[in-house]
């Protein structure tokens, strides 16, 4: 496999992506969105997600496409960063059209980052105002680790933070992955450097360690002591043309990352979302082609998890160490 020139979800042509944070909130958010709507799915296989406007993003519905997608921190709270988004979007004209109306579509999952020592006395709802922070800023080049929805994000040992990969398919097709990663499970093998993601790893995008010499017992895998504060939410995105129930099915694909890089995941404590966009730049893929697509989806997920936790920044107060801190 290859990456995308900026091994980043921006490598599908068209995307853009936004990061908003505060330090005294120790949370952030982040957006995707386009020059166009785009088509979108969503596979939520957590037992305790926080989401908005999923329903609209199966098949039969009314509305085919959105405008943007939010992974946010927060919790509950979080999900307003897609009103901010939304108020954006309508003052740029977007939206979908209801007569003269326009009613910009921005589905949203968040992650619970309220325990990890940040402000919580506030009286106005924060994330409002990242989200169209976030929008007003969004590019193709943008950073990872402890940014956006990943600023407060942690780990069963380690501090979580906001991942991207890409997969340039042999065809020409592009596969990338977006992710903010405060998960119950641990992305490190036992108590040392290695990811479980190390077998999909690309040149040394996450350290370039290889493998672990020695696996422990699974079942023995360190988690937060904290059990309901976790989430893993992400996006994974293609250029090619996609129906809704063909994103779903790539949404649901690229989980297998989150299961390869997370060790446990999709736990009853976990709300791990994964929505999937397609721009339709590219025809739709044959048979074999889609086959190939959820592969990509999974391994660029997985890789993406990895580059969220490599490149974590150290900050002071941080309830777990830094991958960068602890090995770098």
Not at 76 to 83: H, Q, R, T, V, W
Not at 205 to 227: I, N, Q, S, T, W
Not at 259 to 265: D, E, G, I, K, W
Request: proline content about 7%; overall charge negative.
């Amino acid at each position: 496999m290859q990456t995308g020139p900026r091994n980043l979800i921006t490598d599908v042509a068209g995307l853009r992506v936004g990061n908003a944070g505060d330090a005294g909130l120790r949370s952030g958010m982040t957006v995707l969105t386009a020059d166009a709507p785009f088509t979108a799915g969503v596979h939520v296989m957590g037992g305790a997600p926080g989401t908005r406007e999923t329903d609209l993003l199966a098949p039969d519905r009314a509305v085919q496409q959105v405008d943007a997608l939010v992974l946010s921190g927060g919790s509950a709270f979080g999900l307003d960063a897609a009103s901010g988004v939304a108020e954006g979007l309508r003052d740029m004209g977007r939206g979908f059209a209801v007569g003269a109306a326009r009613v910009p579509i921005v589905p949203a999952a968040i992650l619970f980052d309220l325990l990890n020592g940040g402000e919580s006395d506030w009286t106005t709802n924060p994330y409002n105002a990242l989200g169209r922070a976030a929008l007003a800023g969004a590019s193709e080049d943008f950073a990872i680790g402890s940014e956006g929805a990943g600023t407060g994000a942690t780990t069963a040992n380690l501090k979580g933070g906001l991942g991207s990969a890409s997969t340039r398919l042999p065809d020409g097709t592009m596969v990338g992955a977006l992710v903010a990663v405060n998960a119950l499970g641990g992305a490190t093998v036992g108590a040392g450097p290695h990811f479980w993601a190390a077998p999909f790893e690309i040149g040394d995008e996450f350290g370039g360690l290889g493998p672990a010499r020695a696996y422990p017992d699974p079942l023995a895998a360190p988690v937060k002591h904290a059990p309901n504060a976790n989430t893993t939410i992400g996006i994974i995105a293609t250029d090619t043309t996609l129906t809704q129930a063909q994103c779903t099915r790539l949404a649901t694909a690229a989980h297998d990352g989150l299961a390869r890089a997370l060790v446990p995941s999709h736990t009853l404590m976990d709300g791990d979302a994964i929505f999937a966009a397609a721009t339709g730049a590219r025809p739709a893929p044959d048979m074999p082609t889609q086959v190939l697509l959820g592969h990509a989806a999974a391994c660029t997920m997985a890789r993406a998890i990895a580059r969220a936790i490599h490149a974590a920044r150290p900050c002071p107060g941080d309830p777990v160490p830094a991958w960068s801190a602890r090995f770098g």
